[in-house]
């Protein structure tokens, strides 16, 4: 329910913006997009939040395969700036449009390279796998 303890359980990439709307999703607004998480999910007390999500969770596509992203998910774009492989995956650094390096964890489950540094490429993930964190409760 905080950033430290975000962090503590694994790492999260963590996306500080604007909470609004009613019903079953928060609908947050940073750096000039729009993302969505569900209520339930969501700790934030007041109008600031911190968006959350775990890198395993997200997926990261050639900008030209943006087409594919399934429709509902949360997108950004961005730049890959790393690619480490790990054995049964792969890690990607992903510098977000607004500057912030994001982390994406993928399984080796396709032959070859999906990106390579200095790829424009898409992140995106389910809504259902985002979370709000209160700002204030950071640490």
């Not at 609004?20 to 209520?39: E, K, M, N």
């Not at 911190?50 to 949360?74: Q, S, Y």
Request: proline share 4%; with cysteine.
């Amino acid at each position: 329910r905080t950033v430290f303890v975000a962090n503590f359980l694994g790492q999260s990439n963590l996306i500080e913006g604007q909470a609004s709307g009613a019903g079953a999703f928060v609908d947050v607004s940073a750096h000039g997009r729009s993302f969505r998480l569900p209520r339930d999910r969501s700790f934030a007390t007041g109008s600031s939040i911190i968006l959350g999500v775990r890198p395993e969770k997200m997926t990261v596509l050639d900008a030209p395969d943006a087409a594919l992203v399934p429709e509902g998910h949360n997108v950004l774009s961005g730049r890959v700036t790393d690619v480490s492989y790990t054995g049964v995956s792969t890690q990607y650094l992903v510098e977000a449009a607004w500057g912030q390096e994001l982390i994406v964890f993928e399984q080796n489950m396709i032959v070859g390279d999906r990106c390579d540094v200095g790829d424009e490429v898409v992140v995106h993930w389910s809504p259902q796998h985002s979370f709000g964190l209160d700002v204030s409760a950071g640490g």
